[in-house]
């Protein structure tokens, strides 16, 4: 009896998932533990693996399509069964119209807290338009590249995938990879906005145009990622009552120190943030009160044993929270490195769900962006999240004296119905104590 | 620059090393009296005497015996096979002896011997008479094999091969003998271990050594011409030690690479080379490593059928062009 394998549920927000591409194709022989095909979810790109042995025996999706969780995908069995789509779920890309209908999900992950850069919708990249690019390839057929080409694509940021290849048997070789980087297309996702084939001018120096429209109007479906954060925006701000708090805080002995450290780690290769301080000073923070550390469960509130705390890295279609967990009993060295190797994992959009729920907190960051001040959208169930500004140079009062130095401003979103104002001018005075003297940071 | 032929090239380098050091003695069948099989050693007779340019009896285990143990004492002999193809008749003596000496010895023997003569097929001569043998003499630890392709690397690497302490074997090919080309008068060595780049190119390279540099520069040449092919030629020169660093500094430039050799194919040079090329430059591959070798069949005496056994220039445009594809 042949094995029908199903859209599974990758990630505790997902409802619907889509095909990237098939790896197998129908004929092969799959054992237990074999990659089926890649699904995007709505946090990241995952593989399918197969839990049976034998042999695929039909694909019912086509690669491209968006699927609901339980949908037929394939069926894998031995050869010569005759399989059909299970009726009753079928497999069209009209499924994932129907979400379900779910409660609020229970999940602590979340794309989404902080109103973060929202970037300008890509149009989705498949419909590949320059001479370079390629005819989608056939479910689960094997890209031919040279190494060469692999390592130039790799650098270019080009997807192989939508390049054609003018070398024996269709490979693609260097001129191939070089005319697609030539030609703007296949760029791998919706990464650089020049490259998608947005209809704006790039930049040419001096020949960007005065007149005509901003950008062609147009309707660009919404993404997977892009539907669940304004799902959980929309909860957010519908279902909790806010509170704001803010605080302006004296960021010269931080930069001091950080600067310091760095010098020393420089042979290490490490280079510490101002947010790798930021996390680690709000870990302390929720320790020293924990009441902010905490979630609303309607009946009941639960307070965390431990500061998870997410923060919020923007993609070009959305943001998402990788979580550094049990930062309270980490150094800032740890959740440097730790942060750092999760936000590329994020960039790269190869997170894994134990990577991105679980937070108990959150931090969203626009200081690098230079924006001194602003509020952020808390991530429930979370019950708070920080929004941290620039470190912002301007006239400060020392000691009676007007002198110049350094400031940085750092609001607290609140769920009114966990803690007060008090509670949240608690939390934010010893953060100001720990980010005002930073050694506290480091013993 | 004087023109003279490979021939020429070889005996000058004899002459000059005979007079240099009087340790160097040259033997062989019929390398005095009858100035060699291929008149390499041609006057050295009359100018050096019978003590240091001597005839052998047709045995080559014997002679080849007598040459190893005399550079175990201190002599430096150049040893003349007539052809390259009997080295297995000493097989005992060149790779059990002479290979493995200063090893077994703990480092206080070594064994300063070169052994010369021709090698290859394409004179018409026979399966027994046309061996390849760089591969075996190579795959043993302890020798160099130095296969020169023009007149001017013959005088300056056999020059090297007589002053080096260990084994070294010389393969010369027969066809080759006759070709001229420019070498000065004046000292100069070229060191064993050192490929050379013989033609500059941008879009594949043709690994490669012995006769098989000059078919692949007739190639070459009408590569660039007629199908806007440019092709870089490196020269391994040496086969052991191999100079993998030109090898692969040539790779990195052009991506694509073609290597042609006289060798059969199976366990060749050229399968030694191919490991190293793909796992020293692997990312720098646009495309599969190509060979090019004899075909794998014992040397076939008809003439016309021997060349097309050969890598020859048409057999070379032809890999080429599959190589860039």
């Known amino acids: ?443 | 620059m004087p023109q003279i032929t490979y021939r020429e090239a070889i005996r000058h380098a004899l002459a000059d090393e005979l007079t240099r050091d009087e340790n160097v003695v040259v033997l062989g069948e019929e390398v005095a009296n009858f100035h060699g099989a291929y008149k390499v050693t041609e006057g050295l007779l009359e100018k050096f005497g019978p003590k240091r340019i001597v005839d052998t009896p047709i045995s080559e285990a014997g002679f080849i015996g007598m040459g190893v143990g005399a550079s175990m004492l201190g002599i430096r002999p150049v040893m003349e096979l007539m052809f390259w193809s009997f080295y297995s008749v000493a097989f005992d003596q060149i790779l059990n002896n002479a290979a493995n000496v200063r090893y077994m010895s703990g480092g206080q023997i070594c064994c300063p011997i070169v052994i010369r003569g021709p090698a290859n097929g394409g004179t018409n001569v026979g399966a027994t008479h046309s061996h390849t043998p760089e591969n075996v003499l190579a795959n043993h630890p302890g020798v160099k094999v130095v296969v020169p392709s023009t007149a001017y690397d013959a005088k300056g690497l056999l020059k090297s091969a007589i002053r080096d302490n260990d084994p070294v074997f010389f393969l010369e090919n027969t066809i080759l003998y006759g070709e001229k080309g420019e070498v000065p008068d004046e000292e100069y060595l070229i060191p064993l271990g050192k490929a050379d780049v013989k033609r500059e190119g941008t879009d594949l390279t043709i690994v490669t050594y012995g006769r098989s540099v000059i078919h692949s520069l007739k190639a070459a040449e009408v590569l660039e011409k007629e199908h806007d092919i440019s092709v870089e030629i490196v020269d391994l020169r040496t086969i052991r030690p191999l100079d993998i660093d030109t090898v692969l500094a040539s790779v990195k430039k052009t991506n694509r690479v073609l290597i042609v050799e006289e060798q059969k194919p199976f366990a060749s040079v050229g399968s030694q080379l191919s490991h190293m090329i793909q796992r020293e430059a692997f990312d720098h591959l646009d495309g599969p490593i190509h060979r090019l070798a004899t075909v794998d069949a014992p040397a076939i005496y008809s003439p016309p059928v021997e060349v097309e056994q050969l890598p020859n220039p048409n057999r070379i445009i032809k890999a080429a062009i599959e190589a860039v594809a």
């Open chain 1, 1 to 443: 009896m042949a094995q029908i394998i199903e859209m599974p549920k990758l990630s505790d927000t997902m409802t619907v998932g889509t095909l990237v591409k098939w790896l197998k194709k129908e004929g092969d022989v799959i054992t237990a533990g074999t990659m089926l095909a890649e699904v995007e979810t709505d946090k990241a790109t995952m593989e399918l693996e197969c839990f049976y042995d034998g042999t695929l025996l039909k694909i019912f999706a086509p690669a491209g399509t968006q699927l609901a969780i339980g949908a037929p995908l394939c069926a894998v069995g031995k050869p010569g069964e005759n399989v059909e789509a299970p009726a009753g779920k079928p497999a069209s890309p009209a499924a994932a119209k129907e979400e379900p209908k779910k409660d609020a999900p229970k999940s602590e992950s979340a794309p989404a807290p902080a109103k973060a850069p929202e970037s300008v919708p890509q149009p989705e990249t498949k419909p590949a338009a320059a001479a370079h690019s390629a005819p989608a390839r056939a479910d689960g057929e094997r890209v031919k590249i040279s190494p060469l080409a692999k390592k130039l694509a790799a650098e270019k940021g080009i997807d192989p995938s939508r390049v054609t290849g003018s070398g024996p048997g269709g490979r693609i070789v260097r001129a191939d990879v070089l005319a697609a980087e030539k030609s703007g297309s296949a760029k791998a996702g919706s990464a650089k906005p020049a490259a998608t084939g947005a209809p704006s001018t790039p930049f040419t120096g001096g020949a960007v145009s005065r007149t005509g429209p901003i950008q062609e109007e147009r309707a660009v479906p919404v993404s997977n990622m892009r539907a669940v954060i304004a799902k959980r925006m929309v909860e957010s701000t519908t279902t909790i009552p806010y509170i704001y708090v803010d605080i302006e805080i004296d960021a010269e002995p931080l930069l001091a120190v950080r600067q310091q450290l760095n010098t020393g780690l420089e042979k290490e290769g490490v280079k510490l943030s101002v947010n790798d301080f930021v996390l680690k000073a709000c870990a302390e923070a929720l320790r020293r009160v924990p009441a902010v550390n905490s979630s609303w469960e309607g009946n009941q509130i639960r307070y965390f044993g431990a500061a998870h705390v997410a923060f919020a890295v923007a993609l070009d279609d959305g943001l998402i929270t990788p979580v550094v967990k049990d930062a309270h009993q980490k150094s800032v060295f740890q959740i440097s490195i730790e942060a750092k190797a999760l936000g590329k994992k994020a960039k790269d959009k190869k997170l894994a769900p134990a990577e991105y729920t679980g937070g108990t907190f959150c931090v969203s960051n626009l200081g690098m962006m230079g924006i001194p001040k602003f509020t952020a959208i808390i991530n429930p169930p979370n019950s708070a999240i920080l929004a941290v500004g620039a470190a912002v140079a301007k006239p400060v009062i020392k000691n009676g004296q007007i002198v110049s130095g350094q400031t940085m401003t750092v609001t607290l979103s609140g769920d009114h119905r966990v803690f007060d104002g008090a509670v949240g001018a608690q939390f934010l005075n010893a953060l100001k104590t720990l980010i005002e003297s930073p050694a506290l940071l480091l013993v």
